[in-house]
């Protein structure tokens, strides 16, 4: 089955800063790359997604990046700000229903 | 659009006893998914339901879990003869048609505690 590696599991960057989580899938047959925000005790909710046919897609301070070739993907935010703390999943899928997720970042943005 | 809903939020069980957590879908959402996230870890699918209908329970361990999407009503996710290690968030999503097409989105989850 499908294999997602997230790194860094931790992150902390000074408010104003970019930060930048990697994942990796093992299966070169994944068509769909979503992303989730998770605050503490509460739901996932998607911040963003790419498809395998774009090699980037961008969302105001949110951009994801992906290359086919060496399988990984990468979420971007610039000048983050307070909210931004949370944790983030990355999340591949080969079929149209079963996403593999994984292991999450945790991110803290000091004020 | 009241969102996914599920209940109960929490859920404490002894050993042995039996766990069955509900999730509702969105409204004209036919499609559900049940994941588990164990502290400290990501989301492992278990399940994907459509009406009446059990699509792939690739991620279902074999013994003690079920689960349904009945034609009326909420799916059931049912754990028999709970065990310490059954602890866990368990979250459900829905979407309108398969994934690539269509976000999942999540409920709140149940966070389920075995003592």
Redesign the interface.
Known sequence: GENVEQHPSTLSVQEGDSAVIKCTYSDSASNYFPWYKQELGKRPQLIIDIRSNVGEKKDQRIAVTLNKTAKHFSLHITETQPEDSAVYFCAASINDYKLSFGAGTTVTVRA | NAG?MQNPRHLVRRRGQEARLRCSPMKGHS?V?W?RQLP??????MV?LQKENI??E??MPKERFSAEFPKEGPSILRIQQVVRGDSAAY?CAS?Q?????N???????TRLTVL
């Open positions: 996914v499609h998914y994941y400290e870890e990501g989301l492992k699918f994907y699509i792939d690739s991620g979250f979407s048609a398969g994934t690539i097409v976000e999942q989105f999540f409920g709140p989850g």
